[in-house]
C-alpha cells in the first residue's frame, strides 16, 4: 500500500480543476482536469458539472454532475463521463504476454436522494498496438451514501497495450444509454469501440434532482482482486 505510483489515473481525487468553477453542456466537454463528457448519436446530456465538498473519509473534494433537464435516451444515446490514459503508463500491465496482469479499478461514488439505488455502468476499454479497442464492463449501484466500488477486470494474455503518448486505455461511467447500447455485462476481452452498458441501466436523466458524486479513481496493475489503500498524491504532483 505504499509503494508510489500504482495508480495510473490522474487527478483521481479530483483536487486540480482548473477551467472553470462550473461546466455546463448538452454535448462534449472537459470538465476537471483529466475528466470529460462523452456522448453518443447526438444525445443531449444537458448537466452541471462541479468540484464539490463532500467527499469521504480521508478526501476533501469529488466531482459532481446534476441534470439540468430530464432527457430520454432511445437508440444509441450516451451520456459518459470518462477519463483517458496514457498508453507508455500502462505498460506494466503486461498484456498480451503471459505474465499479463489484471486491471483492479475502484472508485467511490454516490448519490442524491432522488436517484438512490440507481444502477449505473463502468467500461474498461483498451487500445492495442493495431488501433482495436477491447472491453469488458460492469454494473454498480449509487446509493445516498458514499461507497468504494472495486472492480477485477482480469488479464488479458492475448491483446497488448498500444505503447506512446496517446490513449491506451479508457474508463467510462455511464450515466444514461438507449436501448441500443445495453445488453448483458461483458466479462471477457471483447473487440468494440462502442459505448456499453449493463443491463438494468438507469436513467441518471430522468429528474433534474438526481445528483452523481464521483472521486477516489484508482486504476491499478495487479495479481489479485484486491483494490489498495488509495494513492493520495500532492497536489503538485497531481
Known amino acids: 500500500n505504499n509503494l508510489r505510483n500504482r495508480n495510473r489515473v490522474i487527478n483521481g481525487q479530483m483536487i486540480v480543476n482548473q477551467r472553470a468553477s462550473s461546466y455546463t453542456a448538452t454535448g462534449e466537454e472537459y470538465t476537471l482536469d483529466r475528466f470529460h463528457h462523452r456522448t453518443g448519436s447526438g444525445f443531449t446530456f444537458d448537466t452541471t458539472t462541479t468540484q464539490d465538498t ?9 466531482l459532481k454532475i446534476t441534470p439540468d433537464s430530464t432527457q430520454t435516451p432511445t437508440g444509441s444515446h450516451n451520456g459518459v463521463i470518462a477519463t483517458l490514459l496514457e498508453a507508455d503508463t500502462l505498460i506494466g500491465f503486461a498484456s498480451g504476454t503471459s505474465s499479463a496482469k489484471k486491471f483492479v479499478l475502484s472508485f467511490y461514488a454516490k ?18 498496438s493495431g488501433g482495436t479497442y477491447y472491453y469488458q464492463n460492469r454494473s454498480f449501484t449509487v446509493t ?44 471477457s476481452w471483447t473487440s468494440s469501440n462502442g459505448n456499453h452498458a449493463v443491463t438494468g441501466q438507469s436513467n441518471f436523466m430522468d429528474n433534474t ?11 491499478e496493475a495487479s495479481s489479485s482482486d484486491v483494490a489498495t489503500d488509495f494513492e493520495h498524491r500532492s497536489f503538485a504532483v497531481e
Not at 463532500?54 to 469529488?62: I, Q, R, Y
Not at 488479458?156 to 448483458?184: K, P, Q, Y
Not at 434532482?209 to 486504476?219: A, C, H, K, M, R
Open 54 to 62: 463532500s467527499a469521504p473519509d480521508g478526501f476533501t473534494k469529488s
Open 111 to 128: 448519490s442524491a436522494s432522488q436517484n438512490n439505488n440507481h444502477q449505473y455502468s463502468v467500461q474498461l476499454s483498451k487500445k492495442n
Open 144 to 187: 445516498s451514501s458514499w461507497q468504494r466500488f472495486t472492480i477485477a477486470f482480469p488479464a488479458d494474455t492475448s491483446n497488448n497495450i498500444t505503447t506512446g503518448t496517446n490513449e491506451g486505455i479508457r474508463i467510462l461511467w455511464h450515466l444514461a444509454a438507449g436501448s441500443d447500447d445495453i445488453a448483458s455485462a461483458v466479462t
Open 209 to 219: 434532482s438526481n445528483e452523481f458524486y464521483l472521486t477516489g479513481v484508482q486504476l
